[in-house]
């Protein structure tokens, strides 16, 4: 009985080994399962990379947004440095223009 289970178990290794169990009923009865398996399993597979794919460009696209807020933020400074009156003031003085010292007038027309 028991080199009865020994042999069934060697059997089916052997059978595996050398390619004697695809001839076999059960085998064939069970093609279509294991093919549907097989596709499901390479969905799967093509389903993770897209995913993977798709955060790594998320997350290269997260940092590059990073990177031109610094560079917005970096202009935008130097923009309002540039325009304060006073830094006008002494860059174009070379040119001749000055700050005016009288106060503003209002025009009305009656």
């Known amino acids: 009985m028991i080199m ?3 042999n069934k178990k060697n059997g089916g290794f052997k059978d595996v080994l050398n390619g004697s169990f695809l001839t076999k009923k059960t085998f064939s009865e069970l093609f279509a399962f294991m093919f549907y398996v097989g596709v499901l399993l390479m969905v799967l597979i ?3 990379y897209l995913a993977e ?7 290269k696209n997260a940092k590059e947004l990073n990177d031109l807020q610094v ?5 935008k400074s130097a ?3 540039n325009s304060k009156q006073s830094v006008l003031a002494t860059r174009l003085a070379p040119y001749g223009i000055k ?3 009288e106060p503003l007038k209002r025009i009305t027309m009656e």
Do not use: G, S, V
Not at 53 to 59: K, S
Not at 71 to 75: G, P, V
């Open 4 to 6: 009865e289970k020994n």
């Open 46 to 48: 093509t389903n993770t």
């Open 53 to 59: 794919e798709r955060t790594r460009e998320i997350a």
């Open 71 to 75: 560079e917005y933020i970096q202009l």
């Open 79 to 81: 923009i309002m440095q």
């Open 99 to 101: 700050e005016t010292t």
